[in-house]
């Protein structure tokens, strides 16, 4: 079910409460990752306020050719078992 994350940024205590459960699931559960991932920009949102709190760098990953600067290339499967090739920066 697709659920809309911009609802969440018109509340900000809502908004804190998300990225603080996400910060204390991701410290539980993956303690030694290096680094957080997320898609497009939707998931820039909480993606980057996630990864400062974890004092990590945040690397976006985009559709080809949206990020202005040198990146890889990546090929990943899509929910409709497609193939889709995304940038990683």
């Known amino acids: 079910?697709?659920?809309?994350?911009?609802?969440?940024?018109?509340?900000?205590?809502?908004?804190?409460?998300c990225i603080n459960a996400i910060v204390n699931y991701v410290r539980e559960?993956?303690?030694?990752?290096s680094a957080v991932v997320a898609p497009d920009t939707?998931?820039?949102?909480f993606a980057t306020t996630v990864a400062w709190q974890l004092d990590l760098p945040f690397i976006p990953i985009r559709k080809c050719g949206k990020i202005p600067a040198d990146s890889s290339d990546l090929i990943r499967d899509t929910?409709?078992?497609?193939k889709n090739k995304v940038e990683l920066y």
């Open 1 to 17: 079910m697709f659920r809309n994350i911009f609802t969440l940024t018109k509340k900000p205590a809502l908004s804190k409460r």
């Open 29 to 33: 559960k993956y303690p030694d990752i």
């Open 42 to 45: 939707k998931g820039f949102v």
């Open 79 to 82: 929910y409709k078992n497609r």
